[in-house]
Nanobody, 122 residues
Framework: QVQLVESGGGLVLAGGSLRLSCAASRIIFSINDMGWYRQAPGKQRELVASIPSVGSTNYADSVKGRFTISRDNAKNTVYLQMNSLTPEDTAVYYC????????????????WGQGTQVTVSS
């Protein structure tokens, strides 16, 4: 019900910056929560940042102060600005959308993009 397409990944040197974009197929203010996850080689997928339709943003401790999540409702797009990148940030980054539903019961639906590779080299 929600299609997500990420872009903006690439190869950068340590200390550099990248801006990731996630374009959604529906009006994003109707989506309860959107965020970015990442999965590095040999590690579990982890939450990087999230931004609800109402409320404050959330960040993983490892990226707090360096990454900024934002949204443009007019463009149905969520962004992740990544600054001061380190090799430890190397991962596939996935856009995520969560919709809270009440039918047939109370639950949350998760939708994922295909992912975009971010590689930070020294």
């Amino acid at each position: 019900q929600v299609q997500l397409v990420e872009s903006g990944g690439g190869l950068v040197l340590a200390g550099g910056s990248l801006r990731l974009s996630c374009a959604a197929s529906r009006i994003i203010f109707s989506i309860n929560d959107m965020g970015w996850y990442r999965q590095a080689p040999g590690k579990q997928r982890e939450l990087v940042a999230s931004i609800p339709s109402v409320g404050s943003t959330n960040y993983a401790d490892s990226v707090k102060g360096r990454f900024t999540i934002s949204r443009d409702n007019a463009k149905n797009t969520v962004y992740l600005q990544m600054n001061s990148l380190t090799p430890e940030d190397t991962a596939v980054y996935y856009c995520n959308a969560q919709l809270r539903r009440t039918y047939p019961n109370d639950h949350v639906e998760n939708y994922w993009g295909q992912g975009t590779q971010v590689t930070v080299s020294s």
